[in-house]
């Protein structure tokens, strides 16, 4: 090796050793179960629910294909965060990584943005909830906001005793998911093989072929509809947090990760071409979840019911998730100067709960919306939530081939779990990701308006630099000065 190579290798190092000081405090408590269950989670939210029945009715059978190239795109992800996780597992996940290959200012971007995202899904989740509560009659004498207030009041309060007691109720908010799934893959295929007419249907392929084929109403409709398909895999990377906090992340998370396509291709894939083999496309809406639809046509009781509890845990997920991420990713940039020092406290009980407690201060912005604009909520604030998933993956594809250039420099260590095909592969999500910003802005007209706010959100962000800016040089400094003692020390 080279002086120079030599001394680059030994500035990275005392570099990672930097920012992994930022990560002492966490309990590290999460078992393989809870890490699955996390991954799965967050793979499979309401989109899934709630959000098919319009898609069905927008795209037809072609949702079957747009969940494919989707669901491909998602695992590419996941493994670039594999590769990057692997070489140095965080809780600040990519907000750390960003700051570790492109600096401060990335990390600034990143880290809000990725807030931007949670807090207004987290809105739109508790109004969720505050929605689903109404469903049934007798609560229908109680306002709306105070069942909002109740879920931020129960989730906040588990995130805020320990991160185990997040990992317990991610588990089974999941798990209630999953059985859900599972159930309806069973029941439809039972149905399906018998051929048992439904509704005065025979299921089976010809409901694809006679309703318009594959693509009804054209390949245009279907493409525009991947900006919404992508949302639905929202939180994926939420593993990659999870990663600082559970005993073996470098055995767990591959696991975990390589476990999500297989889960992906079953739940999402499996249920959507289940649901048009079993009835036509157009018998789905958009106001009802299509495995509502598909079962309450076999008379099976109280189906109705169910479905809202498994949308109700969905919803209770995205919310726990929520308040888990951002905690720890504002806690992250706080250490790093491009977040108020007071955001890197941690309590007795291991929890970042300065950045919880403010994240559930935007939440509670949430309880007035119900209380005061309870039909509008979603309209409000969904479309901002989009902007900061597209940039939260961009960041962890942009981070994973510096981390490539940094091998091949020999300033970072070989990693066994990589993303297939890459550079090809991360460049071809990049590609992805800019065109899924195209058809947001021909999704008139909430995706134009939210396409178009993109220059008042960098100005929104540019001024917050401006204010962090001064903390973030006092912080640079006091790391130039640690690198120093820690080589010293080392040598």
């Known amino acids: 090796m080279t002086h120079k190579k030599q001394e680059l290798t030994e500035v990275s190092d005392a570099k990672r050793r930097w920012l992994n000081s ?13 890490v699955q269950m996390i991954a799965i989670g967050g793979a499979i939210g309401t989109g899934l629910f709630l959000g098919t029945g319009g898609r069905l009715q927008a795209a037809g059978p ?14 590419f992800i996941l493994r670039a965060l594999g590769e990057l996780i692997l070489n140095r597992p965080s809780s600040g996940s990519f907000v750390s990584y960003a700051r570790e290959f492109f600096g401060e200012k990335a990390s600034y971007i990143a880290g809000w943005m990725y807030f931007t995202n949670w807090a207004m899904t987290g809105i739109v989740d508790i109004t969720a909830v505050a929605l689903y509560m ?42 209630i998911k999953v059985l859900a799934i599972i159930f309806f893959l069973i029941i439809g295929l039972a149905v399906l093989i018998s051929g048992r007419p439904i509704d005065g249907n025979v299921t089976g ?27 639905a ?4 990377e939420l593993v990659g947090t999870a990663a600082g906090e559970c005993k073996d992340p470098k055995t767990i998370l591959p696991k975990a990760i390589n476990s999500i396509i297989w889960r992906v291709g079953i739940f999402y894939i499996g249920s959507i071409l289940l649901l048009v083999l079993l009835l036509p496309w157009n018998a789905y809406h958009e106001n009802q979840s299509p ?17 809202n509890v498994v949308v109700l845990s969905a919803a209770l997920s995205s919310i726990n998730s929520g308040l888990y991420s951002t905690g720890r990713i504002l806690r992250s940039m706080s250490m790093g100067g491009s977040a108020p020092k007071f955001m890197s406290k941690m309590s007795s009980q291991n929890v970042p709960y300065a950045g919880i407690i403010s994240t559930i201060g935007i939440y509670i912005i949430g309880v007035f919306l119900n209380y005061s604009l309870p039909s509008k909520v979603f309209e409000i604030v969904l479309n901002y939530a989009s902007l900061g998933i597209i940039s939260s993956w961009t960041f962890i594809i942009i981070c994973q081939l510096r981390l490539r250039k940094a091998i091949k420099e020999g300033k970072a260590k070989e990693v066994s779990f990589k993303l297939p095909g890459a550079p090809f592969t991360s460049w071809l999500t990049l590609l992805f990701l800019f065109c899924v910003l195209v058809l947001m802005a021909f999704d008139y007209p909430n995706g134009t308006y939210t396409i178009a706010s993109i220059p008042l959100i960098a100005l929104v962000l540019v001024l917050g630099w401006f204010r962090v800016r001064k903390r973030v040089k006092e912080i640079s400094n006091e790391q130039k000065i640690y690198h120093h003692y820690d080589n010293e020390k080392q040598t």
């Open 22 to 34: 930022h990560d002492i405090g966490y309990q590290k408590c999460m078992d393989n179960r809870h």
């Open 62 to 75: 072609a949702l079957v294909l747009i969940y494919i190239i989707c669901g491909i795109f998602s695992f």
């Open 134 to 175: 109404k469903y049934w009659k007798i609560f229908d004498g109680i306002p709306q906001w105070v069942f909002a207030l109740a879920a931020l009041t129960i989730v906040g309060v588990m995130n805020m005793v320990g991160v185990r007691w997040f990992a317990e109720m991610e588990f089974w908010c999941s798990l």
């Open 205 to 231: 392929i010809h409901l694809i072929i006679d309703q318009g084929g594959f693509f009804p109403h054209g390949l245009l409709p279907a493409l525009v509809l991947i900006q919404g398909v992508v949302f």
């Open 233 to 236: 895999f929202a939180s994926i």
């Open 291 to 307: 495995f509502v639809t598909f079962l309450s046509k076999l008379g099976i009781p109280y189906i109705c019911s169910i479905m």
